[in-house]
């Protein structure tokens, strides 16, 4: 279709929200992910730091998705090769879109995972693999499962260009996690440092003035295992414990270990290859997120949790970096960015794409987007999990063996015994908490769910959510006639004037006298956009009233630009041909 006609976008009017001048502009694109993603090549080449997406995952279920106009399912024998070469097109325009320092992140599972990889190694090249995570995304087992229970999902991380070491200056550069955020430091002493974790006190190879004896707090002498060495001599040794650095268990006879504090290490830590949903939520947790959203008026399986994409986020980029999802789905990542940006005064700006299939960008998306950033009106339940313990036989049982000698008999009646204390035990911890927390909450849930207990406090709420803020503009792909005749050319210009908006960041139209040329502005920066050449004068006399740099584009059937015109104003403007700025990039990823 785009050797007969050529994507642009064309912006929603009505759609517009502006809640804040100061804050960045956000992007939803309408239609088909690869029109936006040819649009985008020309609006965004080299501009994007994270790309995160969430494909379908090709289970093979009925409707899952579609390639040609046509649903793919199990019975369809090339349902992979449908698959990846509907993905490989689309990522060959999406690492176009990369800064050299921009990373990819891929939601996928296992039906795709080993196919996925080698594609994107073909693609981005198998040295810029940097990672695949293990994301837990449920958080109780299913024990009716045939085989395993399923308990993750994966995210592959591709980089534009790895760092080859950590003090390269081009390359995709990790941002390390909060430090708060890191659950392993704790404070079991009461050490006025504060929290801390420990590390091994040993290190590969022998050398003589590293190995001798450490005595514990309890008298257990303890030595380095074979082939290995204390890491400090014993000088050094003997005045990390006299700072109370060294750690031998509550008990004092464990074997030791360095205390690290958390005071003392680097402002964050690096992030893990398996993230729990406890850290960055589960497949539920993104449930009940949409559920706010439409008081279950619609249903949407397995969103995203907003958590898992703040993280991805964090770790990758700045707090003014370009986010894009060309599969938005439910716009996830558009509200995990708005909140990020409450979070941390950040100044992040997302374009997401997605078609509008079953009404999904009008209805489910945009709506998302929308009471994300303005707040809306909201009747539900705020839940609190206030106790969950697994309840397994196992669990139970744990501990009880025969002794010895012991018959049958009192085993089985010495077992039945602990059964019952144990549960007794159970339903008191339930009682308990129940009563501690009853006056607090309108009414506690019990539920037993895949062998787990959990008790839950219901709060009634009718209130208004308050909006995390934002702008957010609306576009559909359309399309123009790519026949290279003069009235299409002239007329890719007057329909792409929006891209180009796009391309600068400025969405602020001024006002001019002449219908020939129009200016659009951000700050101090301004787009000048000339549709006839008899209008260059007047566009100069207007552009030295003002205080500021200007991008501008000069209608052309060919490439010039009228560079000799604007001789007086080189240090103030640069110039471009419209629609060929456009047409050469069309012609590159269309060939």
Known sequence: MCKEYL??????????????????????????????????????????????IDPPYNTGKAKEWKYNDNYVDINDAYRHSKWLNMMEKRLKLAKNLLSINGVLFISIDDNEISQLKLLCENIFNERNFVANIIWQKKFSPQNDAAYFSNMHDYILVFAKKKKLSKNDSIGWNRILLNRVENKSYKNPDNDKRGLWTSGDLTAEGPTENCIYPIISSSGIKHMPPNGKRWVFTKDNYSILLKENRIWFGKKGN??????????????????????????VGHTQEGKQEFNEFFQREIDFDYPKPSKLIKRIIQIGASKKCTV???????????QAVLSLNKDDNGKRKFILCTNNE?????????????KSIKGFDFVGKDKKVLLEMNLTFSDIYRDIKQKKNESNEKYY??????????????????????????????YIEKEFLNNTIRII????????????GGNLKYYKTDFIDAKPTDKNKKKLTVEATEMLCIKED?????????????????????????????????????????????????????DDTYEEEFDDM????????????ILRVYRRIFK
Not at 25 to 50: F, P, Q, R, V, W
Not at 413 to 434: G, L, M, S, T, Y
């Open 570 to 581: 080189k240090n103030k403007i640069k110039l471009s041909p419209i629609p060929e700025a």
């Open 358 to 370: 079953n009404n999904i960008c009008e209805k489910i998306t945009n709506v998302r987007l929308s």
């Open 7 to 52: 994507p642009i976008l064309k912006e929603v009017k009505e759609k517009e929200i502006l809640t804040d001048e100061n804050k960045p502009m956000n992007i939803l694109i309408e239609g088909d992910n690869y029109h936006a993603l040819s649009a985008l090549n020309y609006t965004h080449s080299g501009k994007i730091d994270i790309i995160y």
């Open 413 to 442: 009646k010495r077992k039945e015994e602990k059964f019952d204390e144990r549960i007794k035990a159970i339903v008191r911890e339930i009682d308990k908490v129940i009563l501690n927390n009853e006056d607090k909450y309108d």
């Open 324 to 334: 894009l999802d060309f599969f938005a789905g439910t716009g996830t990542t558009g």
């Open 506 to 558: 400025t969405f602020e139209e001024v006002k001019t006298k002449n219908k020939s040329l129009k200016v659009f502005k951000n700050g101090k920066k301004y787009t000048g956009v000339i549709y006839d050449v008899m209008s260059i004068d007047d566009f100069k006399d207007f552009a030295k009233k003002i205080d500021g740099k200007f991008s501008v584009y000069v209608f052309s059937l060919s």
């Open 254 to 279: 464990s074997f030791p270990r360095l205390k690290r504090f958390l005071s003392e290490v680097q402002d964050g830590y690096v992030p893990n290859t398996i993230w729990f949903h406890d850290e």
């Open 457 to 468: 406090g219901v709060i009634i709420i009718e209130d208004f959510k308050k909006g995390l």
